[in-house]
């Protein structure tokens, strides 16, 4: 049991107040209170990354974060990551050309991830984001299409 | 009721820790805090977060020491200029610790604080004689990181304390390197961990020491046995004979990622190859 | 094959085409529904309370802590369940009905669901389950099956006595004959524990009943099946249950036959309200996982490598409850006998039960275990012979018109296609030179799977008058894009874009025995191709007595030909029913027909191994498997490079491990699946293909699995000269092996 604290984030570019216990990790509150589905617990470790969000840009683990913690601060979620007119962003548009996907719950974790490389080093390497990507499973075995896609935005990045 | 406060200096932090020392916890990055919760090994009524405190962060040099801020998270160790420059046995420890979403948030601090056997940055910073700076409500103490933890997630903090930052002395002439195995998975927890942290006086060995951790419950040094090589030029011989004496004395732990057999083989090896890393 | 329907529809150029799947942008973004994310209005949520013990009488259950707390409404025991007028036939299972959706009586393994706590939210449900307690009179329990089958052991279910769990034999030529003649002998054991297949969506189920009908929602591949024992156990009419299946979060297995499906509908017919259970992560790891196996091998050779006789012995650890291990052993005979002529054969494949977790399918299913037996052994034997590997399985493989052990006429094998290919990928035959501290070697492994005999599947296609196509199917998209691939098939057989084809998720308006067994694909081909054919047959007899404005060399397409006759829709239906065999009718004398097509696969790996960790670091890896006909060239590799990812974690550091009856690592941290670091970027498979555009469509989610861990372990063994026999394949039993210090 927690008292209540009202704290304010904003997620994917909206301010949103909530009213959540001390105790509530951020995967909860942003999958249940706010329905961003794509934020996924899985393991509850901060191993799997299907809970990745960006805080401010960098990728962390939501289901390791409590929402208290994060007050003020800036979320994106994989839905934040399309265009406002609702395309699919370079990465997202990569994976789905690359057929990067089977059952896909860890896609959403996996794009995050591929985009906030990108983010810290434009010019990095099909090696680079494959070591930045480790911590990020995939029980289907996506990884191979993966790699595809980011060879394809590898090639891009550097025209 | 768990209450989350974000006290905006340290006397406080440390009056509101020392006010309950089972039921008050300071929460740094919380990943390691956040989990153990989960798993229900711990209930914390309080959460004393660091995060609004000024000058808990970043990495300072002076003529003599680099000081990194408790609240420093590994990316930014890793990253830093003056930590690969100077310690970049340290950069390398922390850009292996857990993935790159702990990095992000665990801090240096955090990790210390925890005393989890199976770490990375501790191992380093033992072999690099490197002080903890401590604050607590008897005020201000140093001691050694080799003294801070005491066993599996203890510490030799007492009440109220808390940890400020991470100090290492600044020398050209050495030289320090880690080697991490992981027996299965790529994103393991490290089995064994090994630092070698060396210096020459010319060709001959001054200062050698050798740290093992994650197959202990606490890092280990093997001054005794790294003794014999002082003096001499690191050759094979004495690489060899040294990694064989730790592989015998250590005394290693048994869990899902090894048995006590088999960390006594990999330490050997570890401690062989990081030798070999520091030799001339 | 030419029909008159034929000329009335255009042949959309869909098959063998890398088509996305439809519902790709919102896989890759997240906004993809899975039954974890539905919530249906009142419902509430459940929380299961677990057997601490291995083995146990029920004394008591106290529920009144729980009850006393706020919010908790209910608490469902399995007294309750067995009392329950509703709940006529607690006892559920897809071979034996011995197990009940809560313990009745006696727990038979740490975990082993006891109570049920219903409550306003999942926070109260879990402190309510914490105050159940539960009063147990520990018994003696067994874990290992040698030790169950021992006389005095400690016996599960009364009704089964020795805790037998299935048998079947299989017996042809005079083995003994042949062995004691024999020149070259070769004799071993192997063994694999269990693993769990990791889906990442959890077990999830929401029931919810209005008067007498039974409305669930699940995360299940057997739809059908949890239709049909819900009818049972409720005794109605299973036209009154509707299970609906959303795409799933990650199957391979784990969301087979029954698991939450029977508590869930019982909670929820016991409190008229709609109850929701989700698993948690330990849990998942608790309900179901790969069968635990010991597979002893003789085999009899001549001097240069032939096979003359063999002897099995294959022991399946089949858990505290039957779910499919009475049957599934039979399977796995069938399956142990590898991709090889045996003039004389031997086989005893038994089921045991422990108190263990309930093994139930997985990827590979009873393939996995018995192929890295065969594999591994043939390397052992050729290396024993000074022959090379290749060239023994050469001299061994199966060709079409040969027997297989069962007696079958062997059909459509393409065994030597598959090794070659592998073989040439790998570059066999060519070593190369091993950098200090460690050693490089290549592996090879080539294996056979069945298709069960006696399966259906049914499917309704229906044309609208707009040109949509619905089709309907009981089949269940785990990931490996089944609703795609049936577009596909359907635009193909129809002749019609595919962008107006839908495939609905699966709602029991149709029949499927299951989305396993790599089956699917070939069946429904089958099924949506009958379907279909009825549809061109019903459009060609309205063209027939008209005519039609357009000019004599165009086709009129299905728009037109139904606004020309004024009706709203065409509607086909297929059903793929299999010939049941009889070759399973006698477990002690199997023989006869049993498979209605051969799955056959090969990997091909070259590892390096750090000599002084034992670390095994996978080079380079190439699978092969017979796909007959791809549909959808993307989709085949994925499920076959996929494949050989399942298949490295158990091979070299996957295990579900037992202290004292109770798992010790039920987590991700503790139980580690590969990484993208752990796969080699060099990572590829072949699809290979019948040259003839009718060939038989081969299921592919499952072919390379199975060669992975004895590609890998003869990879290892011509490296180092180090044989591991025992899966995992961990670097300390490789580290072992090469020092030659056993545990």
Known sequence: MSS?????????????????????????????????????????????????????????????????????????TSEGLTNDDGSLSRVQQAFVDNGAYQCAYCIPGMVMTVEACFAESPNASVEEVREYLAGNLCRCGTYVSILEAVTELVKGERE | MTRFVEPRDLQEACAILADDEWGNKVISGGTALVLMMRQGLIAPSTLVSIGRIDDLDGIRKDDSRITIGARTTHTAIAASAEVQRWLPSLADACSRVGNVRVRNVGTLGGNLAEADYAADPPTVLVGLDALCHVIGPHGARVLPVADLATGFYTTSLGPGEIITGVSVLIDEHRVSVYEKYVSRSSEDRPCVGVSATARYDGTSLDQLNVVVGAAVAVPRRFDEVTASALGGTLDETARRDIAAAIGEAIDPIEDARGSAWYRRKVTAVLVKRALERVSR | MTTSADTLVRRARVLGVSLPMPDAADRVVGTLEYTVDHSVEGMVHARLVRSPYPHARIIDVDVSGALAEDGVLRVVTGADIETAVEIPNPFFGLTRRDQAPLAIGKVRYVGDPVALVVAETPQTARAG??????????????????????????????????????????????????????????????????????????????????????????????????????????????????????????????????????????????????????????????????????????????????????????????????????????????????????????????????????????????????????????????????????ELRERNLLEDGDLFASGQVMHDIHFRELLQDVAKVIGWGKERASPAGKAIGKGLAVIIKTTPPGTRSEVRVEVHADGQVLVHTNSVDMGQGVLGTLAQLTAHHLGVDIEKVRVRDPDSSTFDSMTAGSRTTFVADHAIGEACESIRRQAAEIVAGRSYGSDPGTTPDYEEIMREASITALIGEGVYQSTPSDALSNPLDVKGEVADHWHQGAVAVEVAVDVETGKVEILRCHGAAWAGRVVNPIRARQQSEGSIIFGMGPALFEEVIFVDGQVSNPNLSDYMIPSIVDVPINLTSSSL????????????????????????????ARATGARVRDLPMTAERVLRAILGEPE
């Open chain 1, 4 to 76: 209540n604290s009202q704290l304010t984030l904003s997620v994917n570019g909206n301010h949103v107040t909530v009213e959540v216990p001390a105790d509530e990790a951020l995967v909860h509150t942003l999958r249940d209170r706010l329905g961003l589905r794509s934020v996924r617990p899985t393991c509850g470790l901060g191993i799997c990354g299907t809970c990745t969000v960006q805080l401010d840009g960098v990728v962390v683990s939501s289901c390791l974060l409590l929402t208290v913690q994060v007050s003020g601060r800036s979320i994106r």
């Open chain 3, 129 to 390: 389950a914490e105050s159940v307690l539960v009063d147990y009179d520990e018994l003696a329990y067994v874990v290992d099956p040698k030790d169950a089958l021992v006389p005095d052991a400690p016996v599960l279910h009364d009704e089964w006595p020795g805790n037998e769990c299935g048998e079947w034999r299989l017996d042809r030529g005079d083995v003994d004959g042949a062995m004691s003649n024999a020149t070259h002998l070769f004799e071993a054991t192997y063994t694999s524990p269990m693993a769990n297949a990791v889906p990442f969506e959890p077990h999830v189920a929401i029931a919810v009943w209005v008067d007498d009908f039974l409305e669930v929602w699940t995360a299940t591949q057997w739809p059908s099946a949890v239709r049909g024992e819900l009818a049972h156990m409720f005794d109605i009419d299973p036209g009154k249950v509707q299970v609906r299946v959303f795409p799933l979060g990650g199957g391979y297995g784990a969301k087979s036959q029954l698991k939450i499906e029977p508590v869930v509908a019982a909670a929820a017919r016991m409190m008229g309200r709609p109850v929701r259970l989700e698993l948690d992560r330990d849990e998942v790891f608790l309900t179901t996982g790969k069968h635990p196996a010991r597979m002893n091998i003789r085999t009899a050779v001549d001097a240069e490598g032939r096979f003359i006789a063999r002897e099995i012995d294959l022991l399946y650890n089949g858990g505290a409850y039957a779910v499919v291990t009475p049957k599934a052993v039979a399977q796995g005979l069938l399956r142990s006998i590898g991709p090889y002529r045996f003039p004389n054969i031997r086989i005893r494949s038994r089921g045991v039960y422990t108190n263990t977790i309930p093994s139930g399918s997985f990827r590979g299913a009873m393939t996995n275990q018995a192929a890295f037996a065969y594999e591994s052994h043939a390397d052992e034997i050729a290396a024993g012979l000074g022959i090379d590997p290749y």
């Open chain 3, 689 to 716: 293909e019948s040259p003839d555009p009718d060939a038989d469509i081969h299921g592919v989610g499952e072919m390379t699995i199975p060669a992975v861990a004895p590609a890998i372990a003869n990879a290892i």
